[in-house]
Every structure is written in C-alpha cells, then in structure tokens.
C-alpha cells in the first residue's frame, strides 16, 4: 500500500519528497510505494495550461491523457522511479504543424526521454569519465545500473565541441585498417588536443579543412607530400601566411632511418676486434686484465636459472656419453627427450 510522509504543520506543501526531487514541487504527488530494491513514485501534472513546442502558444484544450515512466536519481541507494500522468493537448493555432503535443515538466522530462534530466546529467558524466564497463560498475554503485552499451549511446550521442581558433595544426595520419585505409587526425597544437578526424590522408581532405577554418598560422606536419600540397591548395583562402614545419617525432625518425642505413651501407668499415688482444685500456689510459664473468651470471651479476641448468644438463650428458652409454640410456637416466639429448 502507497504511503506519503507529510509534515503536519506546514501542510501539504512540505512533502519530504518535494525537498528531495525538486521537479516534483509543480506535480501533484499521490503515491509513494517501497518495491523493495526500488522505490516507485505516482505523481501527475496540475497546471491548466502548457505551451506548444513548435510555435510557443499556450493551450488549455486537453486531448487526452496517458502513463508514462521516467527513471530520476537514486535515493538512500535505490533507484526511482515516476510513474507520471501527463496529458496531451490541442495546438490553438492553425498555421502550426503540430496539431496534438504532449506537454513536458521543466526539469524533469523531455520528449521520448526514459530519464530525467538530472539522471542523464549524472550518466553523461560518468560516460565522459570511465566509458563503458568502468561506467557501468561506477553507475551501479550510485544506485543506477545501466548497461556499457547504454554509456556508449549516452556518449556518442554528445554533439562535437567546437573548434574554434586554431593557430597551430598538427597533421599526421593513422591506420583504420593497416595496409589497407587511413585517416587524417588534426591536432590543436596549443592544447594538444585532437579537434578533428578526416576520412582520408590525400591533399584535397586536409586542402578542404582549411577553407573551413582560416587563420591558420602554423601548420606542423609529417613528411607526407600530400599534406605539403594540401596545404599548398588551401593556402589561399584557409592559411595564407602558414609555416609548413616537421614535428618532433618524424624528425627523430628520419634521423633514426637516415643513421641506420648509413650504418648498414658502411658495415664493411668496421674493423673487428683483435683476438689476441685481451687486454683492456681505461680512460686514464693504464691497461688492466679482462674481467672473466660467469656465462650464468647477468650483467648485474645475478644468477640466470635457465642458463645455469642448462649447463648442468650439458655438463651431465657429457659425463654420461664419455662412459660410451647410448643416447636411448642417458635419456632414460636424466629423464630428457631423446632430441633433447642427441641435441
């Protein structure tokens, strides 16, 4: 059986309920119902009026009246939900498109919204922070179990932020299926902040971006030609006075390129090292004897287990063979693979 807490006093007005789920101070609330792990609250609309939401006029022509649910924040850590009785009405004006609407309570519905608008603030933050199963696991400890697939929705469905004035660009490309299809990734460089993705890596994509969005003063790109003329292309109207300039990273790769193959083209210049010469020279110039180091030990002196028992199962197979034993008895007697032994 529903029950409602009122302080009897203040009246009617001071519903414990009111002061917990502000958007139901307009509603008339006539029903609360504890279903255990949720809590289910009935409550309906009592202003006589409400507006059109193509033109703005407002009627008071009711058509008819329906149920419908909305989801709201969690209380003592179980969900609500409210189930609402909100009416339909006749559009006054003739010129409107919408002849019947649905009315919607501020700050608590929207049109075919399964949640209020705190609760969908609440998720978007969460989906914005964690994503998918850590969202989902962090929405269930506050009282409101969602699915990954619905932060996703909730995320993909946030409108692009704007770009506004970009500076500095950084080009470069990524694999969307390596070998086979790239992209384009642009990236404000005062923010290092990615602002935009393009569908292909070709002149004319990364041309037709700065038509769009002049100003442009510097343009930081890899070494790809295509992103030179592109630049080249959309230089006219998009960057007119842009500086074309290699970044960090592809710098260090040509380099790193550049030093290995003028390696491997003088590989033959190399001179091997003596091997009578087994002294060593320190940096005052005195010579001093090698250091024997162990083949089990690492070069920070710590024992290698695998090193080591191989050595000692080389070590064992050898004693065994200098006895004239076959290989079929030392394998039996060490308890080895045959391969491993005659190996």
């Known amino acids: 059986m529903g029950f409602i807490v ?127 199963r850590a969202g989902a696991r962090m929405a269930c400890l506050v009282g409101v179990p969602v699915s990954r697939s619905t932060l996703l929705r909730i995320l993909r469905a946030l409108p692009d932020p704007e770009i506004g004035q970009v500076t500095v660009l950084g080009v470069d490309d990524f694999a969307k299926k390596r070998g086979n299809s790239y992209g384009t990734v642009l990236v404000d460089m005062d923010t290092h902040r990615p602002i935009d993705l393009l569908d292909g890596r070709t002149a004319t994509d990364l041309a037709t971006w700065l038509k769009d969005h002049p100003g442009v003063q510097v343009i930081c790109r890899d070494r790809a030609g295509s992103y030179a003329d592109g630049a080249r292309e959309g230089a006219p109207e998009g960057a007119p006075e842009a500086t074309q300039v290699a970044d960090r990273f592809h710098l260090w790769q040509n380099l790193a390129t550049a030093l290995e193959k003028t390696i491997r083209a003088h590989r033959s210049c190399l001179q091997e090292v003596p091997e009578h010469d087994t002294t060593i020279r320190d940096d005052i110039g005195s010579e001093s004897e090698p250091v024997e180091r162990p083949k089990t030990l690492d070069s920070y002196g710590n024992e290698r287990p695998m090193v080591a028992r191989t050595h000692e199962r080389y070590a064992q197979v050898q004693a065994l063979r200098a006895k004239s034993l076959s290989l079929n008895a030392i394998s039996r007697e060490l308890g080895l693979a045959f391969r491993t032994v005659r190996k």
């Open 6 to 132: 009122l302080h009897a006093p203040a009246g009617e007005n001071a519903c414990c309920l009111r002061l917990f789920c502000p958007a139901l101070r307009e509603m008339d609330v006539f029903d609360v119902e504890d279903l255990g792990g949720t809590m289910l609250i009935a409550a309906r609309t009592v202003a006589s009026e409400a507006p059109c939401p193509e033109c703005g006029l407002l009627s008071t022509r009711v058509h008819s009246r329906y149920r419908r649910t909305v989801w709201d924040l969690a209380t003592g850590g179980r969900p609500v939900k409210i189930e609402l009785e909100v009416r339909r009405f006749f559009c006054g004006d003739p010129s409107c498109g919408r002849e019947i609407f649905a009315e919607q309570i501020d700050g608590l519905t929207q049109r075919h919204a399964r949640r209020s608008n705190a609760l969908r603030a609440l998720l978007t933050s969460i989906a914005i922070a964690l994503a998918g």
